[in-house]
């Protein structure tokens, strides 16, 4: 077999978690998917809307929609035959296990940092060795040399990690879309660990 | 005493040192932060009481809303 066709049978059969369907993870989806890894699961409570097109994989005639329905529909475009399971809520102590215990890595890919605090510190301590790949600090443009992957056990951290509340530094899809990239690659990389192609 | 401070070495002059005075000493600005002691999350009232000592593993990570 070739290495895309061995790429193709390991990643086939992965199962990937997406925790929100913003900037980041309504981006880092088709990258998986195009990818071939073989399941995603998708979580977000919010709808599209028109501030959201600057940098989200949403399509203005899907204003007003579930982010999590509009996102499926768009993911089977790319291939029809992707599993894609999708939760339209907010991911909660209640569900976060349920949702996301089945998969073999998960993305973080929340707006609000207080989000992101509370799911890391719940999936390292009920899932300390499920890989997380999170994201924080993708405002703005330029500065590529800014943006960097810290690890701390499973936990991975793309993104600048500055603060940029209150100084009124946009969200621009090159930037957003760079950042999630990284996740993505990140996450076809845990999945190709230990395989041999 | 030497750490592994998010992945790098790093000495400090005092030891061993609460995660406070680690965060001060080096003049971590952050609002939102992880930390996490040779792999175990602390939580933010432990930073105070909890020591670092000589040859901890010591990760800092600063979260910022966007997504």
């Known amino acids: 077999m070739t290495v895309s066709q061995n790429i193709a049978s390991v990643l086939g059969i992965k199962t990937v978690g997406i925790a929100g369907a913003g900037g980041l993870g309504s981006n880092v989806a088709p990258a998986l998917v195009r990818s071939g890894v073989g399941k995603l699961i998708i979580a977000d409570y919010d709808t599209v809307s028109e501030s959201n097109l600057n940098r989200q994989f949403y399509f203005a005639n899907q204003i007003g929609r579930p982010k999590v329905e509009a996102l499926r529909e768009n993911l089977l475009r790319i291939n029809p035959r992707a599993a894609i399971a999708v939760h339209h809520c907010r991911i909660t102590e209640d569900n976060a296990g349920l949702v996301f215990g089945s998969c073999d890595v998960v993305v973080e890919a929340f707006d609000k940092a207080d989000e992101k605090k509370w799911f890391v510190e719940w999936m390292s301590l009920h899932y300390p060795e499920k890989p997380l790949v999170m994201a924080s600090g993708i405002a703005g443009w330029g500065n590529m040399e800014t943006l960097r992957i810290q690890r701390s056990d499973n936990v991975y951290i793309c993104g600048d990690q500055t603060e940029t509340e209150g100084k009124n530094v946009p969200l621009l899809a090159p930037r957003v879309t760079l950042v999630a990239m990284m996740q993505a690659n990140i996450v076809v990389d845990i999945l190709l660990k230990d395989s041999t192609l | ?67």
Do not use: W
Request: glycine share 8%; no cysteine; charged share 20%.
């Open chain 2, 1 to 67: 005493m030497t750490i592994t401070l998010n992945n790098r070495t790093e000495t400090f002059q005092t030891s061993p040192m609460s995660i406070a005075q680690i965060i001060e000493e080096k003049n971590y600005r952050f609002r939102m932060l992880v930390v996490k002691l040779n792999g175990r999350i602390i939580s933010g009232d432990d930073y105070p009481r909890t020591m670092v000592h000589n040859g901890d593993r010591l990760d800092i990570i600063h979260l910022v809303s966007g997504g």
